[in-house]
Antibody, heavy 121, light 108 residues
Framework: QLQLQESGPGLVKPSETLSLTCTVS??????????WGWIRQPPGKGLEWIGTIYYSGNTYYNPSLKSRVTISVDSSKNQFSLRLNSVTAADTAVYHCARLTSTGYHPFDYWGQGTLVTVSS | DIQMTQSPSSLSASVGDRVTITCRAS??????LNWYQQKPGKAPNLLIY???SLQSGVPSRFSGSGSGTDFTLTISSLQPEDFATYYC??????????FGGGTKVEIK
């Protein structure tokens, strides 16, 4: 059974860098069958796609966040990571990691439970 | 960027009602449209992919239709466990993905 688990600090200061890791069990981040992505949800609001990575290292980012986002993959640990720099209160959200199929219609078919990150001094 | 507009943003319905949620894309996305259900405090759950294909394990009362710019999610007979927020998501634009704003289905 595939599981994704987000981890990282729950509190980040303004102007600093938010760093989260998604640990995958039950599948390999090196699989050519899937992409791996990050999605966030501010409290009481809708879903926002942040970015996606392929095992080859190819990345795709939300244009509105592109200048501040880096997603990377660590095959040796079966993890992928998110870094978002220069954060503000507007980056406070529940951050989810998820898997997408690499062929067909690219739905997010498995999700992590999400982790709340609060940006505050 | 492709924008996704859902309507209504919320609705009230009773158990047993037929419920329809609409999603409109700002340009044609063929059938690259997926639907998710999210309950409070939980991760979204994939219901429909490729506009009309039912994800494994999802009850058959859920169905999707449409292509191009206009799409519909239908719940044929609303059950108590279906009260949740529903999101559409397009995957047409070279993995530059966008979600609709969501539709909250509440108990009448």
């Amino acid at each position: 059974q595939l599981q994704l688990q987000e981890s990282g600090p729950g509190l980040v200061k303004p102007s600093e860098t938010l760093s989260l890791t998604c640990t995958v069990s039950g599948d390999s981040v090196s699989s050519s069958r899937y992409y791996w992505g990050w999605i966030r949800q501010p409290p009481g609001k809708g879903l926002e796609w942040i970015g996606t990575i392929y095992y080859s290292g190819n990345t795709y980012y939300n244009p509105s966040l592109k200048s501040r986002v880096t997603i990377s993959v660590d095959s040796s640990k079966n993890q992928f990571s998110l870094r978002l720099n220069s954060v503000t209160a507007a980056d406070t959200a529940v951050y989810h990691c998820a898997r997408l199929t690499s062929t067909g219609y690219h739905p997010f078919d498995y999700w992590g439970q999400g982790t709340l990150v609060t940006v505050s001094s | 960027d492709i924008q996704m507009t859902q309507s209504p943003s919320s609705l009230s319905a009773s158990v047993g009602d037929r419920v329809t949620i609409t999603c409109r894309a700002s340009q044609s996305i063929s059938s690259y449209l997926n639907w998710y259900q999210q309950k409070p405090g939980k991760a979204p759950n994939l219901l429909i992919y490729a506009a009309s294909s039912l994800q494994s394990g999802v009850p058959s009362r859920f169905s999707g239709s449409g292509s191009g710019t206009d799409f519909t999610l239908t719940i044929s007979s609303l059950q108590p466990e279906d009260f949740a927020t529903y999101y559409c998501q397009q995957s047409y634009s070279a993995l530059l993905l966008t979600f609709g704003g969501g539709t909250k289905v509440e108990i009448k």
